[in-house]
C-alpha cells in the first residue's frame, strides 16, 4: 500500500491489518506516555482546503503519537489562498520533503492527483464528494468494538448519500468486511447507478430501522432544499431524521453513529445524539488510533510500532 | 511556404496515389486545380513538374471540419488562427470553421472579418468563421446574424458552441431567421438546468467517482426539442458533436419523419470513454463528456448509415495549466485535428463500418454541403480544385503532443498508437504538407 486514495483499494485482509494494528497503537492512547518514536524523522504534512479542525487535529495527533515531524499547510492565509495551484503546492511538499501528505480537498480526485505529483505516501482525508476513506475506517473499527463483529452485520446508512464521500467509503469498506449495508434516503439523494453498488437501497427508514445492528446517520445540508433535493428541511427530518419515536423502532443493542459535524433535529435529535448507544464520541477517539494505524502501515516506520513495551 | 504567384505556376504531378481507396491513378495538380486524373496525367504534365511519390497512399479531397476552437481573438496562448491552420493542415485539413466563443466573442461582422482575415493571411488552410446565434453568447438576444452573413466572411453557419440556445423561442427565431441567407444554426445541445456543475457522463463512473453527473437526457431532450422546431418552421439546423445513443436514435427518427437536420459527431467521442475518467485526469475532460461503450457502439453505426452525417474535430486547445489542476476546476476540451482521420480510420475503417469513399463523405463533402462551403468537398477529378489530402494508412504512430503543430498540448491520445499517418496537402494546388511536414 503506497497511498489511501480510496476504500475500494483496500483488500479483506489489508482493511482487517489496518483495524488489528489500530487496537494495538490504542492502547498506547491508555498509557501515560503517549509516544512512539516510530515515525521520528519523517515528515507528516496536513494539507487542508477545507476547514475540518476534527479531522486536522485527529491526523495531527496521530502523526505526533508516531513521533512524525507535522506540517500543518491550510488553504487558508498560505499561498494556496492566493490561486497557486494544487501542481504548484504538491512541488513545494516534494521540496520540503514531505514522506506523506494528508489531503482534504473540495474537488473530487484531488487526492489522485496528488499522488501523481509527489513522492511520498498520499493519505485521502476527504475529496469533494468522492471518498473519506480513515473514516469509513474509523467507522468499522467502531463498529466492530461496539458489536464484535463485521462479517454479517446489518448496517443502515441514511440521508445524503448523493453527496456524501462518507457514504461512498463506507459502502466499499463495509462491502469488503463482510458486512450488509442498506442505504436509506429520498430517490433524489442516491445515485442513479446505485443498483450497480454492493448494497441494498430503501426509501423507507422506518422499514429499515427494525432490521438494523448500526444505523449511521449522515449530514444533511439543508440547503439542498434550494436545489430541490426535498420541499423543506421538515419534512426531510419527518421522513428521514432519526427522533425519539424512531428509535424506539431499533433493535435493542443496535447503535448510532454519525460521522459529524451533526445537525441536531434536522436528521437526528438531541435525545438520540446523547443516548449511551450513540457512538459520536467514541469514534472521534477511535479515529485517531485508525489514523495512526495508517500513517505507520504507508511510511513503515524504522521500529516497530506494535508489542513494543 | 512559398508565395501564390509562384506556388500557383508550380505544376505537381501525385503518383501512384489511390483516389478514395481505389486503384492508383497519377493526380496532376496545376494552377490551383486539378488538371488530370489517371493515365492522361503523367501525359500532360509539363518538363518543370514536380512529383510527389505517393504509391499507395489515399488521396481524399482536402478534409473540411465544421467544428474548431482556434482561440483567436482572445487566448493566443493556446492557439492562434495560424497554429490552428497549420494544425489542420497536419491533419489534411483545408477548411476549417472557427467557432464564436472567442473573446470578444464573433458576434459582430467585425470580429467575423478579422478571424476570416487571419485565416486568409495564414495560407495553410481556408478559415469560415462560425457566428454566434446570440449577442456575446448570453442566450438572450440574436446576434446580428444578416450583417455577418453579408460580411467578405459570407457566414453560413450559426452557433453558440459551448453554450446551448436553450431558450426555445429565441432557438424558434434563429432557426427561422436564417433561413433568408440559407444559413444553419449548429446547436450545441446542452439543457443548462440538467447540468448544473456537471463534470461527467452520469452513471455508473460518475456515481463511483464522486463527480457531479451529465445525463444523456440533458442533449437528447434539447436535440428532440430542436428537431421538432426545426420541422415545424421548415429551417435546416445541425447538431453539434453528438455523444449519446438516444441522440442518435432521435435524430434517426427526425431524419425519417422528414427533417432537414444534419449532426456530427467528433473523433474521440467515437473511441473514448467515460470509465478513462478513473484516474482523474482532465485531459480527459470534454463537453460534451465522454459517454459509454454503448453510446460509442451506437455513434460508429449512426455514423456508418449516415444517421450522423460528418465527422467534426471540436478541436478545443488549452494551455497546460488549465488541464493540470484538480479535475473540477480543469478547462473542457481536447485537441482533434491532428489526428481525425487517425481515430476515424482506427475506429471506422479498420473494423469495416466505412470505406475510404464514404470517409470522404463524412470528413469532406457532407461538412462542406453543411456549410456551404463552395470548393472544398468536391470530388478529385479535372477541372475540381486541388484541395487533396495524402494519407498512408499503412502507418503507425505513438501520439506525441509535443511534435504537434497546435500550440497547445491538450491531445487525449497522448502516447497512443495509432494508425495512419496524413503525408500531403494541397491547399488549391499549393502543397502546405508534404511529406508529411509542414511547408
Ligand atoms: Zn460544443
Redesign the interface.
Known sequence: MRHLLST?DLGHDEAVLILDTARELAQIGERSVKKLPTLRGRTVVNLFYEDSTRTRTSFELAAKRLSADVINFSAKGSSVAKGE???DTALTLQAMGADGVVVR??????A??LA?WVDGSVVNAG?????HPTQALLDAYTMRERTGRLAGLRVAIVGDVLHS?VA?SNVLLLHTLGAEVTLVAPPTLV????G??PCQVSYDLDEVLPKSDVVMMLRVQAERMNEAFFPTAREYSRRYGLDRDRFALMGEDAIVMHPGPMVRGMEISAEVADSPRATVTRQVANGVSVRMAVLYLLLGGSEPAIGQR | MSDENESGGTEYLIRGARPLGGEPADILVRAGEIAAVGPRAAAEAGAPARTVQADGMIALPGLVDLHTHLREPGREDAETVASGCRSAAMGGFTAVHAMANTDPVADTAGVVEQVWRLGRDSGHCDVRPVGAVTRGLAGERLAELGAMADSVARVRVFSDDGMCVSDPLLMRRALEYVKAFDGVVAQHAQDPRLTQGAQMNEGEVSDRLGLAGWPAVAEEAVIARDCLLAEHVGSRLHVCHVSTKGSVEIIRWAKQRGCDVTAEVTPHHLLLTDDLVEGYDPIYKVNPPLRTAADVHALREGLADGTIDCVATDHAPHPIEAKETEWANAAMGMLGLETALSVVQHTMVDTGLLDWAAVADRMSAAPARIGRLTGHGRPLAAGEPANIALYDASAERVVDPAAMESKSTNSPYRGMRLPGRVTGTFLRGVPTVLDGKIQ
Open positions: 475500494a495551484s494544487l501542481k480537498h473540495g474537488a473530487s480526485g484531488a489522485h492527483r501523481g475529496d469533494g464528494t468522492h471518498e464521500r461512498r445515485p442513479v447507478s446505485v450497480t453498488w
